[in-house]
């Protein structure tokens, strides 16, 4: 018992002692140099301008390509009406088909548009803006790239279950 009081009372001085030392010690202050930070600064901002400029190639190589698909599909489809009405095919719903169809890939060509007007604003003020304005702009960026993603799923879609079904439907029908 002895030795327990003993070693508490041993580990209760060392640990007084340690905090009147720790308590003597002026705190450290950092300073930090506003070069370094600029620098830092600087730095993020070209990899940010540079994963922008990235990022916006990619977006117009994959716009060029879904344009190029969808006004192929557009235009097979008006080939396909013409040759069927010379045949004296009812197409009155591949028609419609083919005004809808437009209709939606205008609809991408609208959001597309918005997208790069928005990625070019937002590139050019990177460095100017606040942590927390990018961020919003970002978000928006992502809200758009989430509507244009919706339109081509949209016509893909609709090709599918609307265009190619009426398409079959002309080809059973008997003159």
């Known amino acids: 018992m002895r030795k327990k009081i003993l070693i508490i009372t041993i580990a209760a001085i060392i640990i007084l002692a340690g905090t009147k030392i720790a308590s003597a010690i002026p705190p450290i202050q950092l300073q930090i140099d506003p070069a370094i930070v600029k620098a830092w600064h600087d730095a993020r901002c070209a990899k940010f301008k540079e994963k922008i400029a990235e990022k916006t190639s990619n977006l117009g190589e994959k716009y060029d390509k879904h344009l190029n ?3 192929n599909l557009a235009s097979r489809l008006d080939t396909l009406i013409g040759r069927l009405e010379d045949k004296d095919y009812n197409v009155v719903q591949l028609k419609t088909d083919l005004s809808v169809l437009n209709n939606k890939i205008d609809k991408f060509k609208e959001d ?7 990625v070019d604003a937002t590139k050019g003020k990177v460095c100017d803006d606040t942590d ?4 919003t702009k970002l978000g928006d960026i ?6 244009v993603r919706k ?10 279950n609307e265009i190619r079904g009426d398409i079959l439907a002309v080809k059973n029908q008997k003159l």
């Open 69 to 71: 698909a969808y006004n």
């Open 112 to 118: 597309y548009s918005t997208l790069f007007e928005k």
């Open 132 to 135: 927390v304005t990018i961020k």
């Open 142 to 147: 992502r809200v758009l790239i989430q509507a």
């Open 151 to 160: 339109d081509a799923k949209e016509v893909r879609t609709y090709y599918k």
